[in-house]
Structure formats: structure tokens, C-alpha cells
């Protein structure tokens, strides 16, 4: 059983990464990547958002839609994502200025991300219980964090390096990306 | 059919309630004390505290960042109002920052002015009126004092002139009374 959660995790978070494997949320992967403080910060936002967002999309679709009304998913889940991500913020700024300040703006941006939809959709598609469906985002969150936060700290010394002028700027942050993701292709089958 | 509409509906309305109520329970004021600090400064956004303005002024002095003395516009009527508000000791005004002067505005030479924008942009309240290549002129009502237009003048054409006292302007002196020492052997004479 233990075993299961540890394979889950492993899978979702390097094997299957959604950033570089399964294409999703590219958007902050190369906008937020410029310094790494931002970064970290934009990290712990989507850790947030995404563990919050799997567990409340999982009880909305498992006993609000059931299997008739399952063409609501996608709208359903973006309704209920962003408001209880809001709520969550109101009730941080309240009682935890200081998590505030640190997630502060990231978390109404990283809100309506695809990573943050797609994720909750591939538990559904998966058939996830709660507790693997939580699992699931938080590993994924684990894993975009993880490549984030590379990806960041390569950008910043692709800020000092010697840069061919034609590959300035966004071309070799996309080349970078390609070579990561390739990288990344390595750990193809070590999990179904 | 009509269920999907309904439970897209209740979803709406109770995320929407729930939020509503949360922005009301949650409510954050904004910190109280720098507000009433940033009251008392003079408003001149002349930055010569070494803050880009009265409101970064003052949120440094709340947060113990920055000392009550580095006022020049608010003179040491600003310093004696901020020590009495922060309950602190009254500290002379730090000549670093530049010497109090009497309030005056800003005055443009119109006839050496060449319409190049240059103070436009350096004026921090807006109070400089003009377009490229055609003369500016300031309002003087707006003019806080600040001399921030001075330096960028390519032709020196902005000098600043005192504000005579006219009966607009006139009001009453603060009543200045003296603390006496109680007692002549008890005091050291630090401050004459």
C-alpha cells in the first residue's frame, strides 16, 4: 500500500513531469523563471494551489457530478479551483501575513494555469481515490517545483554567459528547456 | 439537462457566498500607525529621506527601518509630531538629508524653457504642465517644493521662489511653549 503511494509519487513527479513530460504550465515555467527567488515563491504557490485544487476537485466531481453529469468537469473545476484558492488567500492574509508576503501575488496567478486543471482531469481519467489524488497533485507540484527552480538557476547564468547575439534572449531559454526535457526523457520506465 | 444548470448554479452561488462572506470576516486594514505617520509627512514626494517617497517613508519609520530625522520639508515641527506620535525621544533633524527651507514652488523661465519634457517627467505630483517643444509652465497650487525638476533642466531655466504669506495662505502659528527645567541642578544642559 505504502509502496503504491511512493511508486504514485515518484511517477507523477519525475517520470511523468507535467512540465517537461506532459507539457502543462509552461506559461510560469518560462515567465516566471527569470530569478530564482520569484521562482521558489511561484514553486510554493503551485505546491498550494495544485494539493488544494486535486483534493476539492476530486469531492466535486466523485459526489457533486457522478457519472451523468460528467461533461461538467472541466467548468466545474475551474469555478471551484479558483474560488476556494481565493478563499484560502483571504484567510492567509488574515492569519498568516508572513506565508502571505511569500506566496502573496502567485497564488491568483497560478490559479487558472492548465497544469492546475490538468492535473485534477488526470485524476479523474486515472480513477484516483482522495488520498492518491492528493498524492498525485502534490507530486506533480513537486515535480514542476523541482524543474522550476532548475530551469531558474540555468537562466540566471545564462544571464552572465558569453550568448551567441542570434540565441539571446527567449531562443536559448528554449533551447534550454528542450535539453531538459530531453533529460528529463531519461527517466522514462522507471515506473509503469 | 436542467440538473447541470442547476449545479453550475448552486456551485456559483455558493462559492460566491462563501466569498462574499470571507472578504467581510477576513478583512485586513492596512497597517493603522503608517498611515498616521505618512499624515504627518509633507506629502513634497522629494525623496531626500533616501525613500522614493512619503509612503515608503513611512512605512520604513513603522517598521523601525528608518529614523524620524530625515525629513528636511517637514522641518523639526515634522520630527517633534512623528517622536510625540511614536512616543520616541526628539531627535534634531539629520543634516545629511539636506537643510529645511522655506515652502516655495517651482517657477519656469518661459521664455529660455525649449519644450524638451525633461522636468515633466521628473516631477513626482504631476504639477508641471507642457508638451515637446512647447513651453512648460507649473501650477503653482500643485507645486510641492520637492526641486526634483531642477537638476534635469538641460538650460536652467527652473528656479524655485519662496511662497510670500497672502492671506490664502496665512494661518496661525503653533503656540511654541518652552519646557522649564524644575530644578537648575538637576538638569545637564545638553540641548541650549
Redesign the interface.
Known amino acids: 500500500m505504502f509502496e503504491h503511494y511512493i511508486l504514485l509519487f515518484i511517477g507523477a513527479a519525475l517520470v511523468n513531469n507535467i512540465v517537461l513530460v506532459k507539457i502543462l504550465g509552461l506559461c510560469p515555467f518560462m515567465g516566471v523563471s527569470k530569478k530564482l527567488e520569484a521562482s521558489v515563491a511561484m514553486a510554493m504557490a503551485t505546491a498550494f494551489v495544485l494539493t488544494i485544487g486535486s483534493g476539492t476537485s476530486y469531492l466535486i466531481s466523485e459526489y457533486l457530478l457522478g457519472s451523468e453529469l460528467f461533461y461538467l468537469r472541466t467548468l466545474s473545476f475551474i469555478v471551484v479551483i479558483a474560488g476556494v484558492v481565493q478563499f484560502t488567500e483571504m484567510w492567509m492574509e488574515k492569519n498568516s501575513p508572513v506565508l502571505y508576503q511569500v506566496l502573496g501575488i502567485y497564488l491568483p496567478l497560478i490559479t487558472t494555469n492548465c497544469a492546475v486543471l490538468g492535473i485534477p482531469l488526470l485524476n479523474v481519467q486515472e480513477k484516483h481515490n482522495l488520498m492518491e489524488s492528493l498524492v498525485f497533485g502534490f507530486a506533480g507540484a513537486l515535480g514542476f517545483s523541482l524543474v522550476l527552480i532548475i530551469f531558474a538557476s540555468m537562466r540566471e547564468r545564462l544571464e552572465a554567459a558569453d550568448i551567441p547575439q542570434a540565441f539571446q534572449g527567449a531562443a536559448i531559454a528554449m533551447v534550454t528547456a528542450g535539453l531538459m526535457s530531453i533529460a528529463f526523457m531519461g527517466f522514462a520506465g522507471l515506473v509503469r | 439537462m436542467l440538473?447541470?444548470i442547476w449545479?453550475?448554479i448552486g456551485?456559483?452561488l455558493a462559492?460566491g457566498l462563501?466569498?462574499g462572506y470571507?472578504?467581510v470576516k477576513?478583512?485586513?486594514e492596512g497597517d493603522p500607525l503608517v498611515d498616521r505617520i505618512d499624515a504627518i509627512l509633507p506629502q513634497t514626494q522629494c525623496g531626500q529621506c533616501g525613500f522614493p517617497g512619503c509612503k515608503p517613508y513611512a512605512t520604513a519609520i513603522a517598521s523601525g527601518e528608518a529614523d524620524i530625522n530625515q525629513c528636511p520639508p517637514g522641518g523639526d515641527a515634522g520630527v517633534r509630531a512623528l517622536a510625540d506620535l511614536l512616543g520616541v525621544e526628539y531627535k534634531p533633524l539629520n543634516t545629511e538629508h539636506g537643510e529645511p527651507k522655506p515652502k516655495s514652488v517651482a517657477v519656469i523661465d518661459e521664455n529660455v524653457c525649449i519644450g524638451c519634457t525633461l522636468c515633466i517627467q521628473a516631477c513626482p505630483v504631476d504639477a508641471i504642465l507642457g508638451a515637446a517643444k512647447h513651453m512648460h509652465t507649473v501650477i503653482a497650487s500643485e507645486c510641492t517644493g520637492c526641486e526634483l525638476c531642477i537638476a534635469p533642466c538641460p538650460v536652467d531655466c527652473i528656479t524655485m521662489e519662496p511662497v510670500k504669506e497672502s492671506p490664502d495662505n496665512w494661518k496661525w502659528r503653533y503656540p511654541v511653549i518652552r519646557i522649564q527645567p524644575v530644578a537648575e541642578h538637576t538638569t545637564t544642559n545638553s540641548i541650549h
Open positions: 440538473t447541470a449545479v453550475m456551485l456559483a462559492l462563501l466569498l470571507s472578504s477576513f478583512k485586513v
